[in-house]
């Protein structure tokens, strides 16, 4: 079994519940002569426990991005849109749609997004939620995102200071250049009703004041990948995530 494949299965929440129930349940026949009927049953009724909590778990959690989010990327493709505006603000909800279509066109285009954000679908369009999170100031990390993007007031964001360019790629920068560009004239609630017409959004659209994950899938059928090359991106994205945590690397 090559390395990834180890790595995956044991990150995995889902497959630790299968192996633990199927434990369980073999554990209780091995020991069916030694203590009898009544331990197998309560043995096997609890393997079937958490083998179904592996189902719920899977229906819980399939939303998830199995990309890892890059702060220092995410943070420089922030800055270098902050840098098409003259006076280097903006608003922030409309500087989250921006990066969400980015991030949506790069998955398209590429098999990865830009920031490897999770994607949830709240009352007034898709947003990046530890971009959000950062912004507003929640995250653990956000002392060092504000080192280089500042909050004023009336809901803007401002680039205080340079992070560099060094995580984004050239295909990064066309991209979020080409996104700024075609979007230039419409503000955050034009790109509220942009993004409101999105199909994994209106697929998600959430109560009024809540909120709903968009799951990657959802994406990826919108902007309309095969089924074959939307498992083809799940599983790289997997063992990317599975190489970079074991190294230790974002």
Same mark, same amino acid.
């Given at each position: 079994?090559?390395?990834?494949?180890?790595? *995956?299965?044991?990150?995995?929440?889902?497959?630790?519940?299968?192996?633990?129930?199927?434990?369980?349940?073999? @554990?209780?026949?091995?020991?069916?002569?030694?203590?009898?009927?009544?331990?197998?049953?309560?043995? #096997?009724?609890?393997?079937?426990?958490?083998?179904?909590? #592996?189902? /719920?778990?899977?229906?819980?959690?399939?939303?998830?991005?199995?990309?890892?989010?890059?702060?220092?990327?995410?943070?420089?493709?922030?800055?270098? *849109?902050?840098?098409?505006?003259?006076?280097?603000?903006?608003?922030?909800?409309?500087?989250?749609?921006? *990066?969400?279509?980015?991030?949506?066109? /790069?998955?398209?285009?590429?098999?990865?997004?830009?920031?490897?954000?999770?994607?949830?679908?709240?009352?007034?369009?898709?947003?990046?939620?530890?971009?959000?999170?950062?912004?507003?100031?929640?995250?653990?990390?956000?002392?060092?995102?504000?080192? @280089?993007?500042?909050?004023?007031?009336?809901?803007?964001? $401002?680039?205080? /200071?340079?992070?560099?360019?060094?995580?984004? =790629?050239?295909?990064?920068?066309?991209?979020?250049?080409?996104?700024?560009?075609?979007?230039?004239?419409?503000? %955050?609630?034009?790109?509220?009703? %942009?993004?409101?017409? *999105?199909?994994?959004?209106?697929?998600? $659209?959430?109560?009024?004041? =809540?909120?709903?994950?968009?799951?990657?899938?959802?994406?990826?059928?919108?902007?309309?990948?095969?089924?074959?090359?939307?498992?083809?991106?799940?599983?790289?994205?997997?063992?990317?995530?599975?190489?970079?945590?074991?190294?230790?690397?974002?």
């Amino acid at each position: 079994m090559a390395i990834c494949d180890i790595l *995956l299965l044991t990150m995995n929440t889902n497959n630790w519940y299968k192996i633990t129930g199927g434990l369980l349940v073999g @554990f209780g026949v091995a020991l069916a002569t030694v203590l009898g009927t009544r331990v197998v049953r309560m043995l #096997a009724r609890a393997g079937r426990k958490v083998m179904s909590r #592996a189902n /719920s778990v899977r229906h819980r959690t399939s939303p998830a991005m199995p990309f890892q989010f890059n702060q220092e990327r995410t943070t420089q493709a922030v800055a270098f *849109l902050l840098k098409q505006s003259d006076n280097r603000r903006e608003n922030y909800m409309r500087l989250i749609k921006l *990066l969400y279509i980015a991030d949506r066109e /790069s998955l398209k285009e590429t098999g990865r997004p830009i920031t490897g954000d999770r994607f949830i679908a709240m009352e007034r369009g898709p947003v990046l939620s530890q971009v959000y999170d950062l912004i507003m100031g929640r995250s653990p990390r956000s002392a060092e995102w504000q080192a @280089f993007i500042g909050t004023r007031p009336r809901y803007e964001v $401002e680039l205080v /200071s340079e992070p560099g360019d060094g995580e984004l =790629s050239q295909y990064d920068k066309d991209k979020l250049a080409e996104v700024w560009t075609r979007y230039e004239n419409l503000d %955050e609630w034009a790109m509220v009703k %942009e993004t409101h017409k *999105l199909r994994e959004w209106k697929r998600n $659209e959430p109560r009024p004041s =809540s909120s709903k994950p968009i799951a990657l899938s959802d994406v990826l059928a919108a902007v309309g990948l095969t089924q074959n090359r939307q498992k083809e991106i799940f599983q790289n994205a997997r063992e990317l995530k599975a190489l970079n945590h074991f190294f230790g690397t974002p």
